[in-house]
């Protein structure tokens, strides 16, 4: 399978931005989708933005406009842009991998935390 870890987070303020990084190691060639969730105390992980082999980036509402995701096949690494970040923001986010080796698996990293104060 496939073996994520990411980078990146830390403490900003409010309109501030952050980039984080997911490096992919092992079987690169499995994934056929890579995304970044995020999960804030007492809250769900929720997807933040999806990056689909081949298929269109989708995006949460609340960071529409805000948060870019994209990957760098050559150096097997995901990042997420986010800009103007909002203090609703705070979570800790969490790199995945979606794919087939054998059967159907999901990777994640073990995360990053992200806190935006006021």
């Known amino acids: 399978q496939v073996q994520l870890v990411e980078s990146g987070g830390g403490l900003v303020q409010a309109g501030e931005s952050l980039r984080l990084s997911c490096a992919a190691s092992?079987?690169?060639?499995?994934?056929?989708?890579m995304g970044w969730y995020r999960q804030a105390p007492g809250n769900q992980r929720e997807l933040v933005a999806a990056?689909?082999?081949?298929?269109?980036?989708k995006y949460a509402a609340s960071v529409k406009g805000r948060f870019t995701i994209s990957r760098d096949n050559v150096k097997n690494t995901m990042y997420l842009q986010m800009n103007s970040l909002k203090p609703e923001d705070t979570a800790v986010y969490f790199c995945?991998?979606?794919?087939?080796?054998?059967?159907?698996?999901?990777?994640w990293g073990q995360g990053t935390q992200v806190t935006v104060s006021s």
């Open positions: 092992g079987s690169i060639f499995s994934i056929t989708s």
């Open positions: 990056l689909p082999n081949g298929g269109s980036t």
């Open positions: 995945n991998a979606h794919g087939w080796y054998s059967q159907e698996y999901d990777s």
